[in-house]
């Protein structure tokens, strides 16, 4: 199935190359057999302008997030109809991501012995490329409005076989000719599926695994909120307002046993979003997620990509499977989650500012009480040169019970200094400086005193 799903990428991909230098010949070019009859034509004409050739594909799927440099700081997928339908159209696309790791790291954990190996040793680690990782994107219009999408990690740092991440109907018109549905829907829109659930607005700025493009730095928040469940979400969006409600199963997996240990989850979303004029956008958002009871909820643990980061703040037998999520903390929220995001996002220009407040409470049946987190980030760019370059840096912090079992607070802050240039609509470097330090962990926790820093340098291409 690996070797499959790679062969048809590489194929696919290279069609689309092949497809490319054949649009970028111009369609009035001579033939062989006219070029005395050209050259002569010279001599009295005025040679014609050569052909503009846009390098941004075109859009085959309705309601749809861009994959290329037009998806950046797009959010929900539009509600507008941008794509006529002329009839069914299948679209494949892709994203790969491949980085060079500049990052060192110290602690001061105590000494912990296990058979002779101390489990507070850092794995030593260099500067070299990070295995690359890509995904692949299949959308097919069914009918005006309705949209099927199904996303598959080719290669991930935690599956490096091929994993399907979602698959789900986005329905934004009625299938139904009827008057009455026709208007609800104009400012409806249903998602039903398998999906990434719409829990704030931070996940359509991280990197997911091979789509790096909407993340203007490398590395994901230290508590990443993301996940897949299986539901329904109903959208209602009009004159820049939205308001979103959802229910799904709570987990990554769907299950039918043990039913005392599961529950629903519900999810919501309310806020705006309003471009005040050409140069003025506001958006503003407040998220919540609850699941009163789960066997393995993974709000807080779902990305099966892993972290940007390679073996930072891991010791001697760290594996880049087993320990996928380096830099980040996972807290153990298995069995109960409640959290409230808000997220505002400001475009003045070239500058724009997006932060994202959070509070998350929960914990494990283990526990006896449930613990409390609390997230910001405070995001900061600015883009110039027809926003094919941008600058900005990122400041996060992470507070509160990070053990589970434990009564004290500790907590993680990260800077993150960076850049980027677009070098085609669908291919981006960017490069990151990096350090995050860890604070009032127990001697005996291999992140006691712990920090990494250094650089990253990251190539994104996605179409």
Known sequence: MKNTMRFGLAALLATAVAGAVTAQQPS????????????ASNDTTTKAAPQKVSLYRPLEIAHIRPADKRGVNVFEAPKDDAVPFTGFALSFGGAFNQEFQGLDHSNSAAPVLVSGVNQNQLITVGHGFNNAVANLNINAQLAPGIRVAMTSYLSARHHQESWVKDGYVLIDDSPIDNPLLKRIMQVTTLRVGHFEINYGDAHFRRTD???????????????????????AEAYLRSNGLIAMLGATGGEVHGQVTAPQSRSMATLGKLGFDKQL????????TGSFYANNKSASNTLFTGDRGGSMYYDVLENTASTETANAWSGQVRPGFSNKVNAEVVNPFIKIGGAEFFGNFETATGGSFAEPKLRTLHQNVYEAL??????DFYLGGRYNTLKGQLIAKSSADQSVDRYQL??????????????????????????????????????????????
Not at 28 to 39: F, I, Q, V
């Open 28 to 39: 009035n070019s001579p033939s062989k057999s006219s070029g005395t009859a050209a050259a």
């Open 209 to 231: 695994n091979g789509n790096g493009m909407f993340n203007p730095f490398v590395g994901n928040y230290i508590l990443d909120d993301f996940t897949t469940e299986i539901g």
């Open 277 to 284: 004029d050409n140069n003025v956008r506001v958006r503003l």
């Open 382 to 387: 600015y883009r110039f040169g027809d926003n």
């Open 418 to 463: 960076g850049g980027g240039w677009f070098v085609t609509p669908n291919v981006l470097a960017k490069l990151e400086w990096v350090k995050q330090r860890y604070n009032d962990f127990p001697l005996t926790d291999i992140r006691s005193a712990g920090q990494f820093k250094g650089f990253m340098i990251s190539g994104v291409i996605a179409f």
